[in-house]
């Protein structure tokens, strides 16, 4: 049912925002506001993906035929999307991370190539599969950040590449898997390698020159982090002097991980950035005794200087690897009577949270899958010294249960109760829809030592479907971020891994991994059109217009944390960090490629 009165006027903070604003690049803000192209990864700004598009609505969608397709030439897990801008599609691969400009009034020609020349000794440091989540796009410019870290501009128009920027050090266990965010003349990028004991950071490059602007790291000293101890708030509280290094034992933060390799957010009108950080550095807790902050962390810095305005830290001491990296969806919506401008961040933990974006204060925390239930509930009451954390329990504790302990069924499992595959939000419902994990997991940490460049992990996992359920291992739900509660959900019988897409004609698109690209009502989760594509998808699936026409697309190729076996050729239950034997059946409904597929309503 749609919403009326405030909640249906919710207002999406991209399509406000205008290009008065100093701070913000004039030309994305503009461009986004333009249906007929998909200029950024997650649609827009305020990472809604949901697009103005109506013309396949939900009494037609089922009429869709595929329009035309494209091989990428790469196998492994094709995450992120293609862009469009202007008749011009951009997609990437995976590892090496080619880049293709496709004409699309030339039948889907190939303008131009770029095809990096990587060391593929990168490939046995990059945690789970040879992801890459998409490249980016301003003032004439792609942006690519490739396995190797290394950041690139390359011309939009001729694939020339203009600069090159080493964003980390593979040797150490340093990768690149992130899609980059430009907001006003910065290129924003994180890294990966929070197994290898790396210390996460988000870095600020000008966009004409690729010089470093500023870099923050997730956990560290002050200086480090970019914090200012009496004005930067936790929970309204200034975080004071040495939050970070103050919780952990002695230097063990230089190994802290906490890792930036999801998606980046940004309000033009308060000039603020938002991103999440990853996992504490060796996933065997007894080793890191502390909160660890600030690993698994929501940070709203400053676009200009880099300093953080506010901090949450969702999961103190982490003790099962639900890393804080998903997206944080930016829209203005109705929270107990009053008007909030609100950040709407579904964690891997389990639980949703609404938050106010301009201070940081905690206004929702609900599990968004009933099978949660290594925490009873975060704490609501801001009286109480519980205030904002979650409230462990002791069964399913790693670090209370010890090491060389395996804890059985705890739920959700490393993957989260969703990893990066980013949801969707509809102004006209007021809903979002996510694409979930239902999946659980045993898990015994061990004793590691910490070699630069090797895995650095201390944890043996096995997951499994949630127990005393439907038998699948996902769930496609609708959530009122307001209310905290599952408005609908559909079953699904593999975790839901891909990035999902809202728009006007009353329908939500995802993507599954046998293969299937679907369509459902978004009112009441009803399937209207499901076609297989060649491999399992795991992209994130848009839509744009040209000549007059609307069409969706999306890549296929299995792989990611969930694929990893496919992908890898791994057998063994416990390979992939524990994903391998949860997914082993996959292979009998898909196998690797590499493929773009656009659908279209034939013409009459």
Same mark, same amino acid.
């Given at each position: 049912?749609?919403?009326?009165?405030?909640?249906?006027?919710?207002?999406?903070?991209?399509?406000?925002?205008?290009?008065?604003?100093?701070?913000?690049?004039?030309?994305?803000?503009?461009?986004?506001?333009?249906?007929?192209?998909?200029?950024?990864?997650?649609?827009?700004?305020?990472?809604?993906?949901?697009?103005?598009?109506?013309?396949?609505?939900?009494?037609?969608?089922?009429?869709?035929?595929?329009?035309? *397709?494209?091989?990428?030439?790469?196998?492994?897990?094709?995450?992120?999307?293609?862009?469009?801008?202007?008749?011009?599609?951009?997609?990437? /691969? !995976?590892? !090496?991370?080619?880049?293709?400009?496709?004409?699309?009034?030339?039948?889907?020609?190939?303008?131009?190539?770029?095809?990096?020349?990587?060391?593929?000794?990168?490939?046995?440091?990059?945690?789970?599969?040879?992801?890459?989540? =998409?490249?980016?796009?301003?003032?004439?410019?792609?942006?690519?950040?490739?396995?190797?870290?290394?950041?690139?501009?390359?011309?939009?128009? /001729?694939?020339?590449?203009?600069?090159?920027?080493?964003?980390?050090?593979?040797?150490?266990?340093?990768?690149? /898997?992130? *899609?980059?965010?430009?907001?006003?003349?910065?290129?924003?990028?994180?890294? *990966? =390698?929070?197994?290898?004991?790396?210390?996460?950071?988000?870095?600020?490059?000008?966009?004409?020159?690729?010089?470093?602007?500023?870099?923050?790291?997730?956990?560290?000293?002050?200086?480090?982090?970019?914090?200012?101890?009496?004005?930067?708030?936790?929970? %309204?509280?200034?975080?004071?002097?040495?939050?970070?290094?103050?919780?952990?034992?002695?230097?063990?933060?230089?190994?802290?991980?906490? /890792?930036?390799?999801?998606?980046?957010?940004?309000?033009?009108?308060?000039?603020?950035?938002?991103?999440?950080?990853?996992?504490? =550095?060796?996933?065997?807790?007894?080793?890191?005794?502390?909160?660890?902050?600030?690993?698994?962390?929501?940070?709203?810095?400053?676009?200009?200087?880099?300093?953080?305005?506010?901090?949450?830290?969702?999961? !103190?001491?982490?003790?099962?690897?639900?890393?804080?990296?998903?997206?944080?969806?930016?829209?203005?919506?109705?929270?107990?009577?009053?008007?909030?401008?609100?950040?709407?961040?579904?964690?891997?933990?389990?639980?949703?949270?609404?938050?106010?974006?301009?201070?940081?204060?905690?206004?929702?925390?609900?599990?968004?899958?009933?099978?949660?239930?290594?925490?009873?509930?975060?704490?609501?009451?801001?009286?109480?010294?519980?205030?904002?954390?979650?409230?462990?329990?002791?069964?399913?504790?790693?670090?209370?249960?010890?090491?060389?302990?395996?804890?059985?069924?705890?739920?959700?499992?490393?993957?989260?109760?969703?990893?990066?595959?980013?949801?969707?939000?509809?102004?006209?419902?007021?809903?979002?829809?996510?694409?979930?994990?239902?999946?659980?997991?045993?898990?015994?940490?061990?004793?590691?030592?910490?070699?630069?460049?090797?895995?650095?992990?201390?944890?043996?996992?096995?997951?499994?479907?949630?127990?005393?359920?439907?038998?699948?291992?996902?769930?496609?739900?609708?959530?009122?971020?307001?209310? %905290?509660?599952?408005?609908?959900?559909?079953?699904?019988?593999? *975790?839901?891994?891909?990035?999902?897409?809202?728009?006007?004609?009353?329908?939500?698109?995802?993507?599954?991994?046998?293969?299937?690209?679907?369509?459902?009502?978004?009112?009441?989760?009803?399937?209207?059109?499901?076609?297989?594509?060649?491999?399992?998808?795991?992209?994130?699936?848009?839509?744009?217009?040209?000549?007059?026409?609307?069409?969706?697309?999306?890549?296929?190729?299995?792989?990611?944390?969930?694929?990893?076996?496919?992908?890898?050729?791994?057998?063994?239950?416990?390979?992939?960090? =524990?994903?391998?034997?949860?997914?082993?059946?996959?292979?009998?409904?898909?196998?690797?490629?590499?493929?773009?597929?656009?659908?279209?309503?034939?013409?009459?």
């Amino acid at each position: 049912m749609k919403k009326s009165g405030l909640m249906a006027a919710c207002s999406v903070l991209a399509f406000a925002a205008t290009t008065s604003l100093a701070t913000a690049n004039d030309e994305l803000v503009e461009m986004q506001q333009n249906a007929k192209n998909w200029v950024m990864q997650l649609g827009n700004y305020s990472a809604t993906r949901y697009s103005e598009l109506e013309e396949i609505n939900k009494d037609n969608v089922g009429d869709l035929q595929v329009a035309w *397709s494209f091989s990428t030439g790469v196998l492994r897990g094709h995450e992120g999307g293609p862009l469009v801008i202007d008749g011009v599609m951009y997609i990437h /691969t !995976p590892f !090496p991370n080619k880049v293709f400009a496709l004409d699309l009034n030339d039948s889907g020609r190939i303008i131009w190539r770029y095809e990096p020349e990587q060391d593929p000794n990168v490939i046995p440091v990059m945690c789970c599969d040879t992801v890459n989540r =998409g490249v980016a796009y301003a003032d004439g410019k792609i942006i690519l950040h490739q396995a190797d870290t290394n950041v690139v501009a390359l011309d939009a128009q /001729t694939g020339e590449e203009l600069w090159k920027v080493q964003n980390g050090d593979p040797s150490k266990g340093e990768t690149g /898997t992130m *899609s980059p965010l430009i907001a006003g003349d910065k290129v924003l990028v994180g890294n *990966s =390698g929070g197994e290898f004991g790396v210390q996460g950071h988000m870095t600020a490059y000008n966009l004409e020159t690729g010089e470093q602007d500023w870099r923050a790291y997730s956990v560290g000293p002050d200086d480090q982090i970019l914090l200012d101890p009496e004005n930067t708030t936790h929970l %309204g509280e200034p975080v004071g002097e040495n939050s970070s290094v103050d919780t952990w034992e002695g230097d063990q933060w230089q190994l802290g991980g906490g /890792t930036v390799w999801g998606w980046v957010s940004y309000d033009p009108e308060l000039n603020l950035v938002y991103y999440g950080s990853g996992n504490p =550095g060796t996933w065997n807790p007894a080793q890191r005794p502390g909160d660890n902050r600030w690993s698994m962390t929501i940070f709203a810095r400053d676009l200009d200087t880099g300093v953080a305005k506010w901090v949450y830290q969702m999961t !103190p001491h982490d003790e099962w690897d639900y890393d804080g990296v998903n997206e944080n969806i930016l829209v203005d919506m109705e929270i107990d009577g009053e008007e909030r401008k609100v950040l709407f961040h579904p964690d891997r933990n389990g639980f949703a949270y609404t938050l106010d974006r301009e201070t940081g204060e905690l206004l929702v925390a609900a599990k968004y899958d009933p099978a949660v239930n290594w925490a009873t509930e975060v704490v609501m009451n801001e009286d109480d010294e519980q205030y904002g954390r979650p409230q462990v329990v002791a069964e399913y504790s790693t670090a209370q249960n010890g090491v060389d302990v395996n804890s059985e069924g705890i739920c959700p499992a490393a993957l989260g109760t969703k990893d990066q595959q980013p949801s969707a939000y509809s102004p006209e419902t007021g809903l979002f829809y996510i694409p979930t994990n239902h999946v659980c997991m045993d898990y015994e940490p061990f004793q590691v030592s910490y070699t630069a460049g090797q895995p650095y992990v201390g944890a043996t996992l096995s997951m499994y479907p949630a127990p005393d359920s439907h038998g699948g291992m996902g769930n496609f739900i609708a959530w009122d971020a307001a209310a %905290g509660e599952i408005v609908w959900s559909v079953e699904e019988p593999f *975790s839901v891994w891909s990035g999902a897409l809202a728009t006007a004609g009353d329908i939500v698109f995802y993507g599954t991994l046998e293969g299937y690209l679907k369509a459902v009502d978004m009112e009441t989760g009803e399937e209207l059109y499901r076609f297989k594509t060649p491999s399992g998808i795991i992209g994130n699936v848009n839509t744009y217009e040209h000549d007059g026409k609307q069409y969706v697309a999306v890549l296929s190729g299995i792989g990611g944390w969930a694929g990893i076996g496919l992908a890898a050729g791994l057998t063994e239950g416990t390979d992939g960090l =524990g994903a391998v034997g949860a997914y082993q059946s996959l292979s009998d409904y898909t196998q690797l490629g590499g493929q773009l597929t656009v659908f279209s309503i034939p013409s009459e």
